[in-house]
């Protein structure tokens, strides 16, 4: 069974770097049929896609989020994380690292989910 | 860059069939995913590539696509079936999923 754990501080100052990571179990982030994604919920609101990082390491992002957010991998720890630059009040959300599963060429689905981290941005 | 549009809200008896939209100029090409979000849970992936069910979801939950709508149909609504449900897929041409606003179902 995979299992997929976000850590990191609850609560990040104005302006500061916020950084998430996702520790995977019962799967690998090197795995050729997987991609490794986070996604964020502001409170009350809808989904968010945030970027991915494939097998490869290869990153990729939303095109409405600014160049602020960087995700990078870690095959030793099998771990994958965020790191949000500058952050404003804006970028408080409940944090999800998720798998999404390749079939073809195709991104497919996100098949599993962390339970999500709360971040508050304050000053 | 694609949009999902999804109504914001759905409310439909118990022992009815609801019907949750997903919009897009794109959706004809692409495969769509359903999920389902109960309060203070994390998503949960409900329906894959169109119309498949994921392991466990029960037989009431089917999904389809036509022209450039897809739809998620809960039938035999269930008080336990009160979530936000969200549609997404992936925007290849610029490498990113993109998620639906997300629908409110509320069992009456």
């Known amino acids: 069974q995979v299992h997929l754990q976000e850590s990191g501080p609850g609560l990040v100052k104005t302006s500061q770097t916020l950084s998430l990571t996702c520790t995977v179990a019962g799967g690998s982030i090197s795995s050729v049929d997987h991609y490794w994604t986070w996604v964020r919920q502001p409170p009350g609101k809808g989904l968010e896609w945030i970027g991915y990082?494939?097998?490869?390491?290869?990153?990729s992002y939303s095109p409405s989020l600014e160049s602020r957010f960087t995700i990078s991998g870690d095959t030793s720890q099998n771990q994958f994380s965020l790191k949000v630059t500058s952050v404003t009040a804006a970028d408080t959300a409940v944090y999800y690292c998720?798998?999404?599963?390749?079939?073809?060429?195709?991104?497919?689905?996100?098949?599993?989910w962390g339970q999500g981290t709360l971040v508050t941005v304050s000053s | 860059s694609n949009v999902l549009t999804q109504p914001p809200s759905v409310s439909e008896a118990p022992g009815k069939t609801a019907r949750i939209t997903c919009g897009g100029d794109?959706?004809?090409?692409?495969?769509v995913h359903w999920y389902q979000q109960k309060p203070g849970q994390a998503p949960v992936l409900f329906i894959s590539?169109?119309?498949n069910r994921a392991s466990g979801i029960p037989q009431r939950f089917s999904a389809s696509k036509s022209g450039n709508t897809a739809t998620l149909t809960i039938s035999r609504v269930e008080a336990g079936d009160e979530a936000d449900y969200y549609c997404h897929m992936w925007d290849s041409g610029a490498d990113h999923g993109v998620f639906g606003g997300g629908t409110k179902l509320t069992v009456l």
């Open positions: 590539y169109n119309t």
């Open positions: 990082i494939s097998d490869t390491g290869s990153t």
């Open positions: 998720a798998r999404g599963h390749y079939s073809g060429h195709d991104h497919g689905p996100l098949d599993y």
């Open positions: 794109n959706i004809g090409s692409k495969s």
